[in-house]
């Protein structure tokens, strides 16, 4: 039998994956948070059934998932914005991918938000911490939707070639990634985003 401390070890690789799938299900970042939260909380009363390590990642995954979908029939029934069908792609996916990795690719998008404007990670903040709608986030600053959807578009695009450029210099460091190299000397955002 595993002790708490070799748990709580094995469980925190997991942890940003496990996040990332609860945030990809709950399309909030405290929901995530308290879904990922009340599944240790279940691991820890049910310490003693685990074979190993492997049965601790698979079952906290498990109840992670299980745990989420509690969380979205309490809301009225408030559908994910996912079908099961790819909630099962992405949970295979953030199971098998390097934790170290997802770490990486954490660090370069917090990189890369800092780099927006104030007014690009309100909308950031409002549309994916907060989990409004791009009608709601039209509508709470006062703006129209198709605006707030090509600013979205936008800052979609700048972060994506900004985490890939931020992951292409750790490239030699690292991992090798077969991805584009975009240059992280030229730090140019999309006009309307940029500091």
Sequence with gaps: MM???????????ERTKQVALAWSILRQSQLAED?????????FENESVFEGPRHL?????KVLRRRC?????RQNGRPSLLDE????L???DLECRDADEINLRVDALHQ????????????VRLRFSEGLSGIEVAEK???TPDTIYKTLHRIYSTLGECVQGRLGTCDAETRHYDRRRISTTDNTLPRGCTQ
Excluded: P
């Design 35 to 43: 879904a990922y939260q009340d599944m240790l909380v279940k691991v």
């Design 85 to 88: 069908s790819i909630l099962d």
């Design 112 to 123: 890369c938000l800092a780099n927006l404007t104030v007014h690009c990670r309100d909308i």
């Design 69 to 73: 979908y509690e969380f979205i029939r």
């Design 90 to 92: 992405v949970d295979a």
């Design 141 to 143: 600053l006062g703006r």
């Design 3 to 13: 002790d708490r401390s070799e748990m709580l070890s094995i469980l925190m690789q």
């Design 57 to 61: 990642r698979d079952w906290s995954w």
